[in-house]
């Protein structure tokens, strides 16, 4: 058998620092260049067969991992939190964290972390565009509000972004003078251009044949629309990563963090470590679930007696992970037991 050799790869926007060891920890070879296809083509053919390489996980890993894989023995991502020996040290340069989470490698003590297909992470790119596109969208709604508060002008909140009411309030109001009509309008015209691509970006996602199946089978589960789905989907990945609803619960933000020493235990009302996409969705989602299905409105008002709305909120949201995991899990479509108050996927 040939000797594996580990490499460590610190990975910045400009730049990528190595050190590539043998199995004994010596020495192979280290430095330092730019984060180009054509560098990274070069430095490959230099490099001893077989090796196997590790990074950690930033805005920049994922076209480097996808480019270095086919060519790698095995490719790993790190967990940026758990690599605690680079955080912690005294000194640290590029240099040095590369060595290090070389090591990690090589001593199988890398926090690996979950790297989703490039076909998942291409329309997870194109969701998150899209919650771009909704917040931007509700900034301009906020600010047609806020320009006719100056100006001291009367309207209905409720109908305000109607396009009829709002062509009506432009031409009949005499507090409303040219110079704000025209902002008026541009906001308008902004937001009406991006409710159109946002509304093009979530159909084309919809009718992907990826994600269809999937999609449609979850979207059987009562208050979970389109974005919802979408959402688990592309942000979860694959479903059997999680061994339990605890972990995917802890997984999308929907639980404390906690910090036990001796008798002293502190805890959190929400972790900061979660995916923070699909905790937002799910909360949202959660606030109109008891609307569509009775068992999630019981649930509601039985957490709700305990404590207050953002507990039941929570209770909600936990209860439509388990429904999200049962339904992906077995691939079939939702079902409600007819003879108990069981809930069953």
Not at 89 to 107: F, H, P, Y
Not at 227 to 251: C, H, M, N, P
């Amino acid at each position: 058998m040939q000797p594996m050799y580990y490499i460590g790869l610190d990975v910045h926007k400009r730049t990528i620092s190595y050190c590539a060891k043998d199995s004994s920890g010596k020495v192979y070879a280290e430095g330092s260049l730019p984060a180009t296809r054509l560098d990274l083509d070069h430095w490959m053919k230099t490099l001893p067969q077989p090796w196997t390489a590790a990074m950690e996980a930033t805005m920049f890993s994922g076209w480097i991992y996808d480019y270095l894989k086919p060519h790698a023995a095995a490719l790993k991502v790190a967990h940026p939190l758990m690599l605690r020996a680079i955080a912690a040290a005294k000194k640290k340069n590029d240099r040095i964290d590369a060595s290090k989470i070389c090591d990690c490698l090589r001593c199988d003590f890398l926090p690996e972390c979950y790297m989703a297909p490039t076909a998942i992470r291409e329309r997870r790119r194109t969701l998150r565009y899209r919650n771009l596109l909704v917040r931007q969208m509700v900034q301009m709604k906020n600010k047609i509000g806020m320009l006719l508060m100056e100006a001291g002008v009367s309207y209905n909140k409720q109908r305000l972004h109607k396009a009829g009411y709002f062509r009506e309030l432009l031409a009949t109001n005499p507090d409303i003078n040219e110079g704000l009509a025209s902002l008026l309008r541009l906001c308008r015209e902004t937001m009406v251009r991006l409710q159109k691509t946002e509304s093009a970006l979530v159909r084309s996602l919809e009718r992907d044949p990826l994600l269809l199946e999937r999609v449609e089978r979850l979207m059987t589960i009562p208050a979970v629309g389109p974005i919802t789905a979408l959402t688990w989907a592309l942000e979860v990945g694959d479903v059997q990563r999680f061994s339990s609803i605890k972990k995917a619960i802890s997984y999308c933000g929907l639980c404390g963090a906690e910090k036990s020493s001796g008798s002293t235990i502190q805890r959190t009302p929400l972790s900061k470590q979660r995916n923070k996409h699909l905790q937002t969705t799910l909360i949202e989602a959660a606030k109109m679930a008891p609307r569509f299905s009775p068992a999630l409105a019981m649930l509601y008002e039985q957490e709700k007696q305990k404590g207050n709305a953002n507990r039941a909120t929570l209770a909600v949201a936990r209860k439509l992970v388990a429904y999200l995991m049962a339904v992906d899990r077995g691939q079939r479509n939702f079902q409600v037991l007819a003879t108990s108050n069981c809930v069953a996927a």
